[in-house]
């Protein structure tokens, strides 16, 4: 079972979200060690993530044509050379850049590939138990770059990542290339706008605080370096047992029933984490928070095969990414700009409009896919 297609993708995923994690987690530390300010931080993370939106609509159109396992070749081969560069300071913004777009080959090829290994029944299990294995995989990754920051410094963690990039090559060596076709878009914006609003609204709602918590934890509670990656690390492990579960759910409460129950019992776990001043009840609420709201994930994509034709699937996850990314990295820079002007004080109103926008997002996802299937429901009669 190990040696199936569907499992050395699992085994590939975890890997280079292995990496991932390591860069994401302490991209501002890194940042921070080379000089920058949090303003520019805020520019940096946005920088990261509008690569994906400006590159979208030409990957949704490449990456079929290219093939799904030749996209994470090419997403590898950009992942290490801006690792590289990025982990000695040079050309730290087109490296950053460069970074960014692997993992737009990595997004735009994934959920397709994935959905082309399994049968349809089996995809809210295994989609979800690829998305504990990447997640958990930051367990591990940022348990090891905060020890990793103790001994070498937190300006030299990034590079630690590029060994784990590697790795994946074996596990895709053989796999299907799953090329498919081109996307058909005429007649399919409606749905997909529908479909976009919710995680649009909940991603500028993140952008806001999620890129930053890491240094107002360090900041609010004067942690060290490795504490800080201990609290993340038991997040992401969290998570990953969170997603484990959902199958569960989806049997109980149904796909969609399923996103909103976990996402929904995350908000007063956002609060607690916003202004309670004790930290093990905040590191709790951490976990918890991290753990309900991205558990959804894997569910989501799941249900949105259900609406899309097999020549959409590229474009749209691109297209989907692109605009949370837009949205979350705008969120990332006004709560850059507010941070430098105000300190920590500024993040007791960017919790509050954050915890506004996610209730909006999720009271959404009813009316989007109660739309969609009455608008099914008349194409079918």
Do not use: C
Not at 190 to 203: K, S
Not at 286 to 298: D, H, T, V, Y
Not at 353 to 371: D, H, K, Q, S
Request: glycine share 12%; aromatic share 14%; no cysteine.
């Amino acid at each position: 079972m190990l040696g199936s297609p569907a499992y050395r993708f699992l085994a590939a995923s975890f890997l280079w979200s292995f990496g991932a994690n390591l860069i994401y987690f302490f991209l501002n530390f890194h940042l921070e060690g080379l000089g920058y300010g949090r303003q520019a931080i805020g520019l940096a993370q946005a920088l990261l993530l509008l690569v994906g939106v400006v590159s979208a609509l030409p990957l949704a159109y490449l990456i079929p044509r290219l093939g799904y396992r030749k996209s994470f070749l090419l997403a590898l081969a950009l992942a290490v050379g801006s690792g590289l560069l990025l982990g000695f300071g040079l050309l730290v913004f087109p490296s950053l850049a460069g970074y960014g777009l692997a993992g737009a080959l990595v997004q735009g090829a994934g959920a397709p590939l994935m959905a082309r290994l399994i049968p349809a029944e089996r995809r809210v299990s295994l989609f979800s138990l690829q998305a504990a294995l990447t997640t958990a995989s930051g367990f591990f990754s940022t348990l090891l770059a905060g020890f990793l920051s103790e001994w070498v410094g937190a300006r030299w963690v990034i590079l630690f990542a590029l060994p784990f990039f590697l790795l994946t090559l074996p596990f895709l060596v053989g796999l299907p290339e799953g090329q498919g076709t081109p996307p058909r878009l005429a007649g399919r914006f409606g749905i997909w706008l529908r479909l976009f609003l919710p995680q649009a609204v909940i991603g500028f709602g993140a952008g806001l605080v999620i890129p930053f918590l890491n240094l107002y934890l360090r900041e609010k509670f004067g942690l060290s370096y490795g504490t800080t990656g201990l609290v993340f690390a038991l997040s992401a492990l969290a998570t990953g047992v969170a997603m484990l579960l959902q199958p569960l759910l989806v049997r109980r409460l149904g796909k969609l029933g399923a996103i909103v129950f976990v996402q929904a019992l995350s908000l007063p776990f956002m609060a607690i984490l916003a202004w309670v001043p004790w930290l093990p009840l905040v590191t709790v609420a951490l976990l918890i928070r991290g753990a309900l709201m991205n558990a959804a994930g894997p569910v989501y994509a799941a249900l949105v095969m259900d609406y899309l034709g097999e020549d959409e699937r590229p474009g749209f996850f691109l297209m989907e990414s692109a605009l949370w990314s837009l949205l979350f990295a705008l969120g990332g820079v006004l709560s850059g700009m507010v941070q430098e002007a105000w300190g920590l004080v500024a993040f007791n109103y960017l919790f509050a409009l954050t915890l506004g926008l996610y209730a909006v997002g999720i009271a959404l996802w009813p009316w989007t896919f109660g739309r969609l299937r009455a608008a099914y429901r008349e194409s079918s009669s």
